[in-house]
């Protein structure tokens, strides 16, 4: 079923077993569109489609249809494995599948009960309650089978009533996470030569930079390879566009793949990163092409694969990622992606990431050029509930080019151990000699702590040079005296802590940290030397600056945050216009955990904002309370990468602390200069949603009257044809000025306007509808044109106004909107009112026989009687009481009474004739049974009443009796 753009119904779809012994399985939904998915042949004979408007009419369309149904699993998949620990104790994992018709539209509406799951003959068990739809998909949180030990990779297997099955295979690994070969590979084309921000170093540069971060980052039994690409200019101009792309591959092995035993490892793929030079072409699909194969060349391990792969400008050079993108998706190798600069290519990136199981993340190479939340939206933030320590994480300080690339080397990195995010923090412009210190809540279920400081500054060493200090506070410590250097070292530093330290960043893995509130801080300072005239140096601390500097923590831990982009959003790519869902899942060993706060920051070219994900049942994210989070983000106005970062905080019980997850994602949008006939700066498709003029510029225009442009609907995400989005009650323009998410109905300051009634009189129109306590007016808007909404009165609060010197047989149109001190409710319904002389219909009544029970006699007589004076009591319309009192003091009786008969309910052919107190009438049915006649009255204004009916039970007859004379000689 789906409703008009805004609508908000009542939805019931049932299906039925008729025979013996019956039964009925029903679904329920309020909302804008509904399916329902129910067995057929031999389990229901009967389906059903009820539909109730609320608050105004809607418009809607039915369909049923038979299918033979195709399920596939989404997620995990071979290229997006589900890494579920120990074979004799495995963790719970999230699967995501959608069934489609042989159309491809989703089969939506079937129970859990109709799907089983199995890891190669064993069965896997579905976590209670956690079987959703999720958008057009089926989520469900599984706990896989325990296997016996030396078990890696197992098939998933997901099943529809036993028969519909989709396999996946080697979905499922059991190995503890904390391992993984990585390949990082590095775009060497010209363009990397690039200095987009002066004394900031090029792309090249400051890729390096966060490649050595990553470097840091490596655990023993990790593998690592390292490589970059690029394609020789021969013949010159030999790239496309402008040539056949058949450039000579340049794709240079800095370091081959290689086992991660220590320090001399960590210290060669460092050496091997600083070897790449920027050269000419851009080969993207080779070098992945070459990375893959590297990674799966024997001998084969068993530790995910991911490539890293960065680049900073469009693919031209063969092969192209169409070519190759079958070979890449099944090698099982997962991509992550870095569109470095706005010159990168960032649907295709995206795609790539999509395609392997990958995140997609854009990175400016200019400074500062994605802005945190702004000190309005961290206001808008706190008054829709957000605690004040997430408003603080999400409204840092911009971060500065190089340290954003750090931060996403360090943040795929750390997914690609299936760690978890702690936290990400930065400071821009800090005086040197100034400590800066972040808090981190540790809770039970970590197990490795892991702290990472960067910086754009460097800290070399040298006696007499920038420095760069790390201190640790773990819990309990005292805070003047039991900071742990970490940066640089002392005997104060655990044995048992890994410590790396480069010129840009600092590295500490700590083991088994205690439960409880960690502090990191850091300062920069500068130590300059000088001689005196006895030629003996001496070093003093000088005042410098100003510095930057990021600190992330991350932790190996079974509790988890995950977030996906539904569609729209297909291949992590949508269009302008396009309202995004962004769902969140915090996983736990035993499933999902729901109580938890989550937040989205979204960075878009020209912004950020922000959108709080909610349990709720209400936000695409399932059932309420079942640790799915869900929000819908549409302010997808401007094409470009969007970058999403979630964060979320879950109540501690016991210290009273937030136990915090995060989770970095990107998508692509396609801007509207694509897709936009009319050039008003709207896409087409996006107009066409809401039937907007595609041959002229209608930015500017509000046809729902809500206050707002169409451009700002589109800028805003909400629907420019429904004067209030969230249907909350208020309408979005009013919304936006008082600083409201028009997209979250709960902050709604005016109430929905329910049961708004018009009454046509002579001369006059009686409004009224039930009074609200919280509006301080009401506002009537009359007009005589259909489409514009007329000028406005106040009519006060009582419920009754009567809007008087009107002209009979002229069609009003009115609606109605209530207003209070900072906010105005939607608006009602438009309605047309015609007043007359004479509005009211006839009266009547008509009884079967003079109201017998029962006949046996198919002819019948009909007793009517009607009268055009209205009647105290009889029904007319909502508050009758009232208008009968005022019909009795203004209307007119205009008379002459007509009637029509029919056993049809719908009167269709039946004639009008006058009215006649008998009428003698043949029941429809001759069988016996209950019989039905309707009757309907009209007065000489053309008022027509209510149809009304009788009944009368038809008898069989009386079985005929012969007698026959009998003679006898």
Known sequence: MYAAVGGNLGINLMAADTVAPTSVSRSAWMGEDFSRTFAGAGVHNR?????????????????????TPTLNILEPRQSNRAWVGEPASPLAFLARFKVTSSDGSPVRGLPASSFSADAEGDAITFIPGSFQEVGEEYWVIMQPPVKPAGTTLIDLEICLDSTICDTETDALLYVNPGNTDFALVFDASGSMSTEDVIGEGTRLVNA??????????????????????????????????GGDGNCPLDIQTRLGRTDVTGAGTISAAKAAVNLITARAWTPITAALLDAKNKLLAAPFGLNPKHIILLSDGEENVNPLYSTARTELIESGVIIDTIAFSGEAPGALMAQIAADTGGTFRFVATSGGALARLSAEQADEARAQGMPEEMVTRLAVAALPGPLALDDVYDYLETKGQDASRLFHINYTDVPYSTWRT????????????????????????????????????????DPRQGWIPISPRS??????????????????????????????????????????????????EVAGGPYDVMMNGSAESEIRLQGRFLEPIVANQGVAGDTVPIVATLLGRGGAIPGANVAALIEKPTGSSFVILRDDGLHTDGGAGDGIYGGLYGATSVGGSYN???????????????ITREWLGGFWIDGPERNDIDKDGMPDDWERRCKLALDRNDSREDPDRDGLTNFQELQLGTIPCDADTDNGGERDGSEVRGQRDP???????????????????????????????????????????????????????????TLTNLINDQTYYLTLAGVTET???????????TPKADPDAPSGTMLINNGEQATNEAEVVLNISATDTPLPGVAQSSSAH????????????????EMRISNDPTMEGAPWEPLALEKAWTLPNAEPGPQQVYIQFRDAAGNESFIVPDSILLEASAPIQLFLPIMRK
């Not at 539909?51 to 299918?67: I, P, Y």
């Not at 006696?463 to 410590?477: M, T, Y």
């Not at 048992?496 to 990191?520: C, H, K, L, M, T």
């Not at 999403?644 to 602390?657: D, I, K, N, Y």
């Open 47 to 67: 389906i059903v489609a009820g539909v109730n408007a609320f608050e105004t009419s809607g418009t809607f369309d039915v369909s049923f249809t038979c299918t």
């Open 208 to 241: 390096k930079k966060a490649g050595t971060v990553l470097a840091d980052l490596l655990r023993v039994g990790d593998r690592i390879l390292v490589t970059d690409f690029s394609a020789i200019d021969s013949p010159a101009g030999c790239g496309l566009p």
């Open 438 to 477: 972040t808090s981190q809540f540790v809770d039970k279920s970590i197990t490795t702590l892991r702290f990472v400081v960067a910086s754009k500054q460097g800290d070399f060493g040298g006696s007499c040079s920038d420095k760069r200090d790390v201190e640790i506070l773990p819990p309990g410590g």
């Open 491 to 540: 005997t104060m530093t655990p044995t048992d802590w890994d410590v790396r330290n480069s010129p840009y960043d600092d590295v500490v893995f700590i083991p088994n940290p205690a439960e409880g509130v960690w502090q990191i801080r850091t300062r920069y300072y500068v130590v300059i030397c000088r001689t005196d005239a006895n030629d003996v140096e001496t070093a003093e």
């Open 644 to 658: 999403v970062r979630l964060v979320a905080f879950l109540p501690e019980p016991t210290s009273g602390e937030n």
């Open 743 to 801: 997209l979250f109905p709960r902050d709604d300051k005016t109430l929905t306007l329910t049961h708004v009634g018009f009454r046509a009189l002579n001369a006059r129109i009686l409004v009224h509808w039930t009074r609200p306590l919280s509006y301080t007016d009401m506002l009537l808007y009359v007009s005589t044109t259909p489409g514009e909404l007329g000028q406005s009165q106040s009519i006060g609060r009582t419920g009754n106004f």
């Open 823 to 833: 906010a105005e409710s939607n608006y009602s319904e438009a309605v047309a009112v």
């Open 882 to 897: 009232a208008v009968d009192a005022l019909s009795l003091e203004f209307n007119d009786v205009s008379g002459d009474v």
